[in-house]
């Protein structure tokens, strides 16, 4: 069960809430200033807290991920960020190259970005790398880059955090901090980016499943940020002819069961750049909220993913197209979670 | 290399090309009246052959599935059912109930197919079950209530055949021979859907990779018959929240490499009705020809797959939403192959 | 349930028992001569039936594979070829190569695999190919060859039937006849195997579960033909370092849940010869009954299959391995199920 | 390419090579004392660098993972823990509880383990859980009551640890680092446990591939740590009759491309205790090092991982067994690699 407490209380009373519980048998986790998981429902414990001063509602939920669960929070969360509501029903779209490369790059990819009518700015500044002789990332350095690309255009940015000690460092520059497939379910980094106040975008590991993904969400919830969004990015198959499985059943299955916004990410999803505008267009079909993808003025000399990056133009018909069929779904019968 | 022959060659013009073939160390295989395949390439035996007054065209091909491949044939192939043009532009709508039940009940349904603008009737007579002890379906009396629908509503009707020896059963009924995800290798019966003069849907494997897929294809192409349509209907992965994963990348990356129309069926992709609606949307969004899915007037007392089969008011919204997307994606720049 | 009926009932008199299931409001299944199968449990419909002087004994059962599972048949079935019991405690050596090439070569692989202590001879007459364009096997005349090798060396022989109609000929010269992985939900070629009087070796499909499996060994059981040999062959998962991966966990899973024997392919589960004798042995170890392994003398030029085939010399020293490992573990504490 | 230096040196004569490299148009990377990876192979390079004074031999390499290849390092790693060799032909065992949970559990456990014939307890003192709201481990204290049960036996002792900055803490206790299955591509994390002056094992990955697992291992190598041990521990496949899908395959797979020993864990490979042992035994056959496995006094009371987890009596006839298989492979023809 959650427990909802009433607004600004002092740390005695919420203890005193979290000594009912413990007394009633049960342990208490203090997810943000107002809420409390109980993991299992108790109906006896359930109606005493419901009678203490301190509590506002007692919510009695079955999923195990109380706090990414409907249950527990039925309507969709929006996130803001810097003037775009993600999950506000028009598509957001995210873009940018994998890798940060130069002031000037990044700067020109930005404003592609926005003349196109995109709304985040990616770029990785910290890479994961399958090998330790790859390219690893500009770091910090990137992160001023990104910086200054959002300073020129007024867009916000995202890049990824892979390891607890530098989530200050990159909470201080980005708008989203990303978590990357590989550290999908990295506790001790997903229990700091729960601690950050900035939104977290988590993508789905090449082998999670939507269970597991929403546990991992409940991570970054229970620590108290509330600002998940969730990256459905290809899982692994044993299909070769693509780079990963782009999972879309993954959009309506975890509308149904989360409030949490989702997008996808066709260019690691599908891993060739001419398919990537199809599986974008599919993707927002599906219901996803938006779409992050790779672009690059030359994609061919992109210092990473080059097969899966995009070009300016073909970025424009992929968001022509985007909100194309958003426009066109937007007087159809509801879905039922949407 | 595939040779294409002129028109009416009789059988000892034709044996002449063949003799040839073998005398250049090569060995031909007749693909209908006009075809001939050689499954390696030579140059020195193309320019040969070329001179051959029976030859009209040699074409060098480097795929492993010649007449599936783009390099014999780059232009779409198109298939006309009853008057519908699949791979026309419109998408196509097939749906039915999983098994046949009565004549009344298909009729019903057929009637509600066509009431939403559907173009072909589904439903299972010769159903594969896991278990010898299931309902195997009504068979040719199925195969009969089918051909009442068709009477009554002049929609064409697609059915599956299980064995060699009931192709020539199956094929005096239906419009469209179907080949089911289990027999998607089952090469005794994919040459005899090959003599077949009648369309052949052939459905992707649960593990079938998308080059066996265009190989099986290759199968039935080889036999003479040029009508092959290809169902993409999910993919077998580690993921446990639905039934199979609906393999959407399946859809540009084949187009890329055949000519040959592709449906999607995230009736059995999916495997739950409320999340039907949003698939079928991502397949037409992705490029597909068309869609195929389940329907009943009553799903909770379908004879099998209840859990993924849509009410007739489910299948309107969803034709409702297959067009607004077809259409609203009408006046975008051309994907690669589409 | 599965009902066991008295020996040699006449037909009236089975009659009699199938038509009070009927009047029990089940369906009952007859199995072989002495058997039905009623696939719900029904204890009051137990009672009665119980009662009747046709019937021996009845049993109540959970699995959805009633004959297949240990819950009716507790104890190993024991499989005789030519005086070589398979299940009978000494592990059972099957050996060929992937397609039968000549006499002259069938008859030297045969002499080979009887010197080094094994078995039974493979060798594929009707090959499933991916392409319609390559060798697909000597078809009858393959059988006769087997057949000489057979009568040289003694050994029984096992060899791959791929349509229903082609099963009274194939049985007319193997011992055993095997149902190949992609026919594995082939159900129209299952009940036709069913109904034969031989032994039916049936290998898992590459994206087959273990219950499916079971299920459709239970295909065949149902039409009467006890002797169904399991084969675990390698399964299709997203490692590409290996042609296939071998699936160890399903030997005693498989065990634990059914009485019949089961056998391991390293030659198609990991698809290289180096690493096709550890397999073996671990494939041993882990309890199964038997391997079935591609030798041929040149390996190199082996018609199909030659990277994961074995040179005699490879092959007696895999004999020595899985021989060695047995009498090891004779002593050991007998596992759950073996 | 591998540059080998001669021993001793000064970093200023290292600094020497590196610049060599450098003009030579490379990066160096130093991974140890007198090792540098020069990621691509260049023959020119190389043979100005073999002139160097400084440098003992330069080793041309093609595999992507230089130092974990056998191109560099034919001959097995050995892994001195406590006296007992890891690699060195005996098998290793290793065993203990999923979760520390008291003093007196993990010495009773400690204890069985040495009396049986084990070598190493592990045992979980951070531990990566699906829910937040899980049990997490003790921490440090869980790493105290390991280090007395190592004190009262004189085993060594292994655990995980999960985030870089625990790596210092756990290495104080521990004499292997274990680094989870989650955590196979934590890059910041292995970077670190390639710091330390303790072995590694290295779990594969849910949906690692072999490569991937290796150039994982490469992280940990090119920070100078030699010891690392490979863990296979079942994969992620479609089956869902066990927990996880042990990859034998892999162990011969492995042994054939790295020097690094490799043992497997049947207990998470295949998640239900009456199978741990046929799939050690396997595990054993298939060449493996050693296993690990999950045991407790009262499994049905274990705190986590109950299932899986073997009572004393089952784990004395583990090891019984994995030394029976051990033993009588000795004479056997030895394997391409082992």
Redesign the interface.
Known sequence: MVIVLRPQLSDERINRVLTAIQEGGH?G?QAGPSTI?V?KNDTSLEASLAKLAEVEQVVPIKS??PLASREFHPENTLINVRGHLIGGGKPTIMAGPCSVESVENIVEIAQAVKAAGGHLIRGGAFK???????FQGHGEEGLKMLAIAREKTGLGIISEV????KVGLVAEYVDILQIGA??M?????L?EVGKARKPVMLKR???G????WL?AA??IL?QGNPDVILCERG????????RN?????????VQ?LSHLPIVVDPSH??GKS??V???A???????ATGVIVEIHPNPAQAWSDAAQTLDFDEFR?LV??VN??S???A???P??HA
């Open positions: 342990t986790y998981v993991p195990p991920y994961p790398r399958s090998s330790p002789y790859s892979m390891e607890p000690d590989r550290n379910q990295n506790y001790p980094l229990r590991g090449l082998s499943t939507i269970e597991e546990m409940e991570y229970a899982i692994r198959t044993y299909e070769k002819a693509t499985t782009l999972d879309l059943n993954a959009v309506p299955v149904s999803g599908i001419e398919f505008r199809p599986m267009r599919a993707g927002i079909a599906a219901g018909a022509d197209d194309r069929i426009a066109a779904l007087p159809s019968r879905l039922v």
